[in-house]
């Protein structure tokens, strides 16, 4: 039973546009949040983590987390064709006392010129 | 770059053959994973290691086992390949200790069971 679910997409917008990926969870305890990017045929790259409620901003990204929803979502500003990938949320989940990455299945987006 | 290799990077081999991948770090990070990568289901964990002989089982662990005998080497067996097994393989690494417990990914194994 997956734990970390996303919308597989895929998200079409285009050039210029905001794009905003979501992402939901179901461990309450979980503490620790990544986006990651992965293009077709590479592998994974974080773009962002997140610990703390609230907005973190790093150039066009915004990752933005709420614990009492058990949300966290990625937003990319001015997005490029270049952003077209797949985005990976990950949640460290508790299990057998380490917590352990789980990943969403992932959303592609395009973004079209 | 996070220094993450593999071995092979790719692999085709019989159904019934044993296959052993290599994943090989020079970061001395403490947490060792293997995922599998499947169309339409993301990354599952198969495996992962939190140091030298210490392993545990993750989502998708029957039919393959892991070994850590030294910090930077984390061996994934099948050890009798079967069609289902057919995936890209991904080893990950990250410390906990540090200011992050961020992950960094090798490049991938691609094997196909024929």
């Known amino acids: 039973q997956k734990e970390v679910e996303q919308n597989s997409g895929p998200l079409s917008v285009p050039e210029g546009a905001i794009a905003s990926l979501n992402c939901t969870y179901s461990?309450?305890?979980?503490?620790?949040f990544f986006w990651y990017r992965q293009y077709s045929g590479k592998s994974p790259e974080l773009i962002m983590f997140?610990?703390?409620?609230g907005d973190k901003e790093d150039g066009r990204f915004t990752a933005q987390l709420n614990k009492a929803s058990q949300y966290v979502s990625l937003l990319i500003r001015d997005s490029q064709p270049s952003d077209s990938a797949t985005y990976l949320c990950?949640?460290?989940?508790?299990?057998?006392?380490?917590?352990?990455?789980?990943f969403g299945r992932g959303t592609s987006l395009i973004v079209h010129p | 770059d996070a220094g993450i290799t593999q071995s092979p990077r790719h692999k085709v081999t019989e159904t019934g053959t044993p296959v052993t991948l290599r994943c090989h770090q020079t970061?001395?990070?403490?947490?060792m994973y293997w995922y599998r990568q499947d169309p339409g289901h993301g990354l599952r964990l198969i495996h992962y290691?939190?140091?030298?002989?210490?392993?545990d089982k993750g989502e998708v662990s029957d039919g393959y086992s892991v070994s850590r005998s030294k910090t930077e080497d984390f061996l994934l067996t099948l050890e009798s390949a079967t069609s289902s097994q057919t995936s890209v393989y991904f080893c990950?690494?990250?410390?906990?200790?540090?200011?992050?417990?961020?992950?960094?990914f090798g490049p991938g194994t691609r094997l196909t069971v024929l």
């Open positions: 290691s939190y140091g030298v002989k210490d392993t």
């Open positions: 461990d309450r305890g979980s503490q620790s």
């Open positions: 990950a949640v460290n989940l508790e299990s057998g006392g380490s917590y352990i990455p789980t």
């Open positions: 970061e001395n990070h403490r947490y």
């Open positions: 997140i610990y703390s409620n």
């Open positions: 990950a690494i990250s410390d906990p200790g540090l200011k992050t417990d961020t992950q960094y």
